[in-house]
């Protein structure tokens, strides 16, 4: 996401769904930012700053060479993979789910699918959906799928 889909003043975001790519018009939808949102955006836009990168999240990688180069839009923008590939990193690192098979442990989309649950009951279903980026109410319901309380199972002695 590029700097330049933040609008500070009026605390928005624009998000451009990008399964609408191929679309005539593809699909933006803008966000109100929530306020914590807000403040992890603004620490964002600083540190991208810093390094002038115009997006949103950014890193000096430790070594550049062509290839990197070629598969980044920046220098220092990170890749699809980037997040994801951290995260794993120092899950693991941290040593928390040693005790589990890596197939077995959380991973960036389970932590996602949190987030997803976490919003809705904060700030509602429609306000998720935007902020995920899903097209349906049928996408989010399947993000949600899982997080909620299990319903106590009824057993009757007679």
């Known amino acids: 996401m590029e700097r330049s889909s933040i609008n500070i003043k009026d605390n928005t975001m624009t998000i451009l769904q990008h399964k609408s790519l191929n679309y005539d018009k593809p699909v933006f939808i803008e966000v109100d930012m929530h306020p914590e949102l807000r403040e992890v955006v603004l620490q964002c836009i600083e540190h991208s700053m810093r390094l002038r990168c115009p997006y949103l999240i950014a ?76 097209a349906t109410v049928k996408m989010t319901d399947h993000y949600l799928e899982g997080h909620e309380a299990p319903k106590p199972e009824r057993i009757s002695y007679r």
Request: net charge positive; no cysteine.
């Open 59 to 134: 890193t000096r990688p430790d070594h550049i060479n062509e290839q990197i180069r070629n598969a980044k839009l920046h220098p220092f923008a990170v890749t699809e993979d980037h997040i994801t590939k951290q995260f794993k990193k120092y899950r693991d690192l941290s040593g928390a789910y040693d005790h589990l098979e890596l197939n077995q442990r959380p991973s960036l989309h389970d932590l996602r699918a949190l987030g997803i649950y976490n919003i809705t009951q904060k700030y509602g279903k429609k306000y998720a959906q935007a902020l995920a980026g899903h």
